[in-house]
Nanobody, 125 residues
Framework: HVQLQVSGPGLVKPSQTLSLTCTVS??????????WNWIRQPPGKGLEWVGA???????YYTPSRKSRTIISRDTPKNQFTLRLAYVTPEDTAVYYC?????????????????WGRGTQVTVSS
């Protein structure tokens, strides 16, 4: 049974870098053929796909945020990490990590089979 857990600070100041880690248990992030995703939900809005890292190490980002997004992984720790630079209040959201068996960028709940519990990140001074 795969479990994902998000950790990281809940408050980030504008222009700083948001950093979140997803720890996976019950399965390896290098097991083919899964994608490990970051998804967020701003207040009052739907789910937004942020990016993903494939089991092979390939990384994919939403084009609009690609220039300030870095997704990486620590395979010995079975973790993957999101860093979002130069945040603004528009980056305030509940952030989730989730697994999919194909590259799914629409953010539909049905596209992901395992989810971590979301964590609220607020961008405010």
């Amino acid at each position: 049974h795969v479990q994902l857990q998000v950790s990281g600070p809940g408050l980030v100041k504008p222009s700083q870098t948001l950093s979140l880690t997803c720890t996976v248990s019950g399965g390896s992030i290098t097991t083919n053929y899964y994608y490990w995703n970051w998804i967020r939900q701003p207040p009052g809005k739907g789910l937004e796909w942020v990016g993903a890292i494939h089991y092979s190490g390939s990384i994919y980002y939403t084009p609009s945020r690609k220039s300030r997004t870095i997704i990486s992984r620590d395979t010995p720790k079975n973790q993957f990490t999101l860093r979002l630079a130069y945040v603004t209040p528009e980056d305030t959201a509940v952030y989730y990590c989730a697994r999919s068996n194909a590259l799914k960028t629409a953010g539909w709940v049905r596209d992901y089979d395992y989810w971590g519990r979301g964590t609220q990140v607020t961008v405010s001074s």
